[in-house]
């Protein structure tokens, strides 16, 4: 088995540990990092060496947190997903190409979740959520249920998003900021980015 990681930065560091184990239970195999930058190409990072995008020969996970570049490195390589030993999984759950699950983290049931989907540690997706593509929850965010994400979102540390309704779910529209720390209570704007408790559009102080 052998495993890549795209983008040899601090979340890439972060899924060393989760990769070296998956390559462990499968029985042997190597990890590598991939990086576009030519002068980390032939390095070692963490142990492990760093390849160009040419050299790459088996699906790869992209650990970069911005969703624009992540889509962009997607659509040019085949995905792999990686999900940490201590990740716990429900009935009846969807997840698309190329998610990667860290340490501790819960989808519990009847939830769908789009492509490259970043969950960091500690971080919950509870029932019946619909999570598009490119989202990334940064640690500790907690997702109640009855939650629709649409493409593109930031979930910031510590966020928590209030349980919505079968009928009515709470909706995050495509491209939004979830400010670390914020109580979601309503239903968050494309491309709004929102902070506090509860959770207000950010305002633009003139400089």
């Known amino acids: 088995m052998k495993i890549a990681i795209y983008g040899p930065g601090g979340f890439g560091r972060e899924l060393v540990r989760s990769a070296l184990d998956a390559v462990e239970a499968a029985g042997g195999g190597s990890v590598v990092f991939v990086s576009d ?16 995008p040419d050299a790459l020969d088996c699906p790869a996970v992209v650990a970069v947190g911005d969703a624009a570049v992540r889509r962009r490195i997607a659509d040019r390589i085949t995905a792999g997903s990686l999900a940490a030993a201590t990740h716990r999984r429900g009935p009846d759950v969807v997840v698309g190409e190329g998610a990667v699950f860290c340490d501790f983290t ?56 209030r349980q919505g309704a079968r009928d009515k779910p709470l909706r995050i529209g495509k491209g939004a900021i979830i ?16 902070i506090g408790n509860p959770a207000k559009p950010m305002e633009t102080r003139p400089t």
Not at 144 to 150: P, R
């Open 106 to 161: 819960v989808v519990t049931a009847s939830a769908r979740i789009g492509r490259h989907f970043h969950c960091n540690i500690y971080s919950y997706v509870a029932h019946d959520c619909v999570i598009g593509d490119f989202v990334t929850f940064a640690p500790n965010v907690c997702c109640n249920g009855n939650v629709h994400i649409e493409d593109d979102v930031y979930v910031g540390t510590g966020a928590i998003l």
């Open 179 to 194: 400010g670390m720390g914020a109580v979601v209570t309503k239903d968050v704007p494309p491309g709004v980015t929102v």
């Open 37 to 52: 930058d030519p002068s980390e190409i032939g390095g070692v990072v963490c142990g492990l060496p760093v390849i160009g």
